[in-house]
């Protein structure tokens, strides 16, 4: 069964302080790993789509990377507006449509000033 | 251009009610996904349409339903609702995109909750 796994539930930060979510995910075949950024009352947000392990994205304070088993949300010197949930997605090459993603339960960033 | 645009956005039912949620996606889009959110199970599948055609179904009971037109515009229905149906319900669209995964782009949602 095609599972996704997001680490840690909760993060606090100091403004400036580098970190990194990890999602790790139990997919048949990979076609996709998705990551998306929500604020309170709103609805996901799309961040990036990797599609092969070695991949990476970066924009500006987050950069994403992608293995076989798990990617990682890298964010370097987060700033307050940097605070929401962060949600790791995953669709699966046996799914016959591409509207069909397998949430993880998401990470609650704060970042303090 | 316009995003995913979902109606009401805030609704409050008793039990034993239906609602019908309605989602108009993205100019263009042919896509158009239901998930339910919720504090416990966090995002969930529902179904998805495409070109008026249910594509997809998550594992919800048959209370859920929904269903697309032509002009992709999509609404999803729930019968007999109970307490535990209280959600946020989104919506996403989706194009055609390179290398077969698609991006969803999500509406804000509509809050139900059930009393």
């Known amino acids: 069964e095609d599972q996704v796994t997001q680490s840690p539930e909760a993060l606090r930060l100091q403004e400036g302080e580098s970190s990194s979510l990890n999602c790790s995910y139990t997919?048949?075949?990979?076609?996709?790993l998705f990551w998306y950024r929500q604020d309170p009352g709103k609805g996901p947000e799309f961040l990036f789509t990797l599609y092969s392990a070695g991949e990476e994205k970066e924009k500006e304070r987050l950069k994403a990377t992608l293995t076989k088993k798990e990617s990682f949300l890298h964010i370097t010197a987060p700033k307050p507006e940097d605070s929401a949930t962060y949600l790791c997605?995953?669709?699966?090459?046996?799914?016959?449509?591409?509207?069909?993603?397998?949430f993880g339960q998401g990470t609650t960033l704060q970042v303090k000033p | 251009k316009a995003g995913v645009t979902q109606t009401p956005r805030y609704l409050i039912k008793t039990r034993g009610q239906q609602v019908t949620l309605s989602c108009s996606p993205i100019s263009g889009h042919r896509s158009v996904s239901w998930y339910q959110q919720t504090p416990g199970q966090g995002l969930q599948f529902l179904f998805e349409y495409f070109s008026e055609t249910q594509r997809n179904k998550g594992n919800f009971p048959g209370r859920f339903s929904g269903r697309q037109f032509s002009n992709s515009r999509s609404e999803m229905n729930v019968s007999t609702l109970e307490l535990g149906d209280s959600a946020l319900y989104l919506c996403?669209?989706?194009?055609?995109?390179?290398?077969?995964?698609?991006?969803?782009?999500f509406g804000a949602g509509s809050r139900l909750t059930v009393l």
């Open positions: 997919v048949s075949g990979l076609r996709g």
């Open positions: 997605a995953v669709q699966s090459t046996g799914s016959s449509n591409t509207g069909k993603l397998i």
């Open positions: 996403a669209s989706a194009g055609d995109g390179p290398l077969g995964a698609n991006v969803l782009t």
